[in-house]
């Protein structure tokens, strides 16, 4: 990893992102951007967990998923600290709390939802991340999007 030391932005394509893959991209400790284009984030029945022992201590801007991706991960305490900016990108997630309240730099959120899961699950999704955002001390702005 000693030659990826100093990188800044990295948006990277895969099928799967998994905790190894997350720990392994949180190394990078000059990363501030990364956009993860993924159809699935989190294992079955289980998630992937961002805590600070997997880095990401300087990221500022965080997009993760795709409009065919399931989505399956919490953010813990101490997790991405300077994290600004979150993008959410899927079509299917079966957890309602992501851990937002654990990102104290949170300025905006944008979540791009295609409805897969349908429209009641959709709204209790939305209505969950619209509290999580309102009780946030940043009051970042939220924006959702649903296909």
């Known amino acids: 990893m000693s030659l990826l030391a100093n990188l800044q932005a990295l948006s990277i394509m895969m099928l799967v ?16 951007c990364l956009f993860l284009d993924v159809e ?13 022992l997997c880095g990401f201590h300087s990221l500022t ?6 409009y065919n991706c399931i989505l399956r991960f919490i953010f813990e305490a101490g997790s991405m ?20 309240q654990h990102l104290p730099s949170l300025t905006y959120m944008r ?16 209505d969950a ?4 955002i309102e009780v946030h001390p940043n009051n970042p702005t939220l924006e959702w999007t649903l296909r």
């Open 81 to 100: 600290p300077k994290l600004q900016t979150l993008r959410f990108i899927f079509s299917e997630t079966d957890q309602l709390d992501f851990g937002i």
């Open 111 to 126: 979540c791009d939802c295609r409805g897969a899961n349908g429209a009641n699950t959709t709204q209790k999704l939305k």
């Open 17 to 32: 992102i998994n905790q190894e893959g997350i720990e392994i991209l949180g190394g990078l400790p000059a990363l501030r």
């Open 61 to 66: 801007n965080f997009r993760i998923g795709s």
């Open 40 to 52: 699935k984030a989190g294992p079955e029945g289980g998630q992937i967990r961002i805590s600070s």
């Open 129 to 132: 991340i619209e509290r999580a």
